[in-house]
């Protein structure tokens, strides 16, 4: 069974950087595209960045410039990281996999904290 597993969310001055990453287990298939969404309570998670097998990173407006996603294929691991953090970035951050490839398929990770303080 496929499991994603976030980890390196936490507490960050306003300013500062962190790094999540999201390993991918129970699968040694390639996902199609590795993305990083994020949650506050009451809203709609929302897609901070996406990346492809191949490459070619694509990002949400407000995080542009800021935030840098990138995968390595053969760990089944993606990152995100995460500069220049603002009050405005405090969420739960969940990894996602998906994709077509031998039919479709959609797995989350279990989500991590992120709170950045002003």
């Known amino acids: 069974q496929v499991q994603l597993v976030e980890s390196g969310g936490g507490l960050v001055q306003a300013g500062g950087s962190l790094r999540l990453s999201c390993a991918a287990s129970?699968?040694?298939?390639?996902?199609?595209?590795m993305a990083w969404y994020r949650q506050t309570p009451g809203k709609q998670r929302e897609l901070v960045a996406t990346?492809?097998?191949?490459?070619?990173?694509n990002y949400a407006t407000s995080v542009r410039g800021r935030f840098t996603i990138s995968r390595d294929n053969a760990e089944n691991t993606v990152y995100l990281q995460m500069n220049t953090l603002k009050p405005e970035d405090t969420a739960v951050y969940y990894c996602?996999?998906?994709?077509?490839?031998?039919?479709?398929?959609?797995?989350w990770g279990q989500g991590t904290q992120v709170t950045v303080s002003s």
């Open positions: 996602n996999a998906n994709g077509l490839r031998y039919g479709p398929y959609n797995y």
């Open positions: 129970g699968t040694s298939f390639s996902f199609d595209v």
């Open positions: 990346i492809a097998r191949g490459g070619n990173p």
